[in-house]
């Protein structure tokens, strides 16, 4: 004999053997592509902007989530030739909102320093890529006919 009883928000539901036996007669319903509360990414299916999407991380809702918006529309619907280049006002005040609230957004000097490149690390790797320039510019002719790339 089964039984559903509600506890508060839970809702308990007791199952024969029986009736695990059966097939379900559940109906699936296809997502609708046009809802705006479905999860669709971070372009909805229209080229919008979904404000929900749980990829910008809450960006969209917190203190300088206006700000956030303005820059982040106007880089999207840029036509410029450099896209974006017209938003740099906008980029400025959502940066200038997030350094007033460093609690909520971390600055990149505020991680770990340790995982930083020392400076010889970085003289080598800058003097491994000149040696590397120059050996590419020292010989950039090409073979001819009968002759071999060495």
């Not at 109906?27 to 299916?45: S, W």
């Not at 000097?109 to 010889?120: H, L, V």
Request: glycine content about 6%.
């Amino acid at each position: 004999m089964s039984y559903c009883r509600e506890e508060g928000k839970d809702r308990i539901i007791f199952v024969t053997k029986e009736d695990h036996e059966t097939p379900s007669n559940a109906e699936l319903v296809a997502d609708d592509p046009n809802d705006p509360y479905e999860e669709q990414g971070l372009i909805l299916p229209n080229g919008d902007i979904n404000w929900n999407c749980p990829c910008l991380g809450g960006m969209a809702s917190g203190p300088c989530g206006s700000q956030f918006k303005e820059a982040f529309s106007c880089f999207h619907y840029s036509k410029e030739e450099v896209k974006g280049s017209e938003c740099i006002d906008h980029f400025r005040n959502m940066q200038e909102c997030m350094q007033r609230y460093p609690e909520l957004y971390p600055q990149e000097e505020d991680k770990d320093e340790s995982t930083a490149p020392s400076d010889s690390a970085a003289l080598t790797s800058e003097s491994d890529s000149t040696a590397v320039t120059s050996a590419v510019s020292s010989d950039s002719t090409s073979p001819t006919d009968g002759q071999t790339a060495s």
